[in-house]
């Protein structure tokens, strides 16, 4: 440190010689000058690029939630379309093609399936109730299928029923 100031010393010796010379209003419009340049340095130095910054920060926050908004929305559109083609992917086929299909999702055998104009009539031997309610929403919800009567016959075995007759016919 002392041989910065020893280097330095003869330059701040010329300047206070050089201040002196210096006439009082000369001295005044000067440090007014060193004031201003000051000031001038404080914003093209620090506060302009720190305004860019916050500027240019927000710009990009508000682009990457608006690209998360255009996802959002993407992703729900993707939901609604893989729903509705999961939708139209069970109710395709013919009524008989439904039934069976539902059957076969809830491991049910068909005992007889007899179509009947536009309405098929079918009955099952034994099955789980539990099962049988969930073939009926099947039918009812993913095959797009409407029941018309339903006959139940509760079977010694707990748990087990026997489904005498199901009408079912197309949804309209």
Not at 86 to 113: F, K, T, W, Y
Request: charged share 20%; net charge positive; no cysteine.
């Amino acid at each position: 440190m002392n041989r910065f100031t020893r280097q330095l010393t003869p330059y701040l010796d010329l300047g206070k010689q050089r201040w002196s010379q210096f006439n009082q209003r000369e001295q005044s419009l000067l440090a007014v000058l060193a004031g201003v340049l000051f000031i001038a340095f404080l914003y093209f130095v620090i506060w302009q690029p720190s305004s860019q910054a916050v500027a240019n920060a927000e710009r990009q926050l508000a682009a990457q939630q608006q690209q998360y908004q255009w996802v959002q929305q993407a992703i729900a559109r993707y939901k609604k379309l893989e729903e509705s083609s999961s939708e139209q992917q069970s109710a395709s086929g013919s009524v008989s093609q439904r039934i069976n299909r539902a059957a076969a999702a809830q491991d049910i055998q068909i005992a007889r399936l007899q179509p009947q104009g536009q309405e098929y009539l079918l009955s099952v031997d034994e099955v789980a109730f539990s099962d049988l309610l969930s073939f009926l929403a099947e039918l009812e919800q993913r095959q797009g299928l409407s029941l018309k009567a339903v006959d139940i016959a509760k079977l010694n075995t707990p748990g087990q029923v026997r489904l005498r007759k199901l009408l079912v016919s197309e949804a309209s």
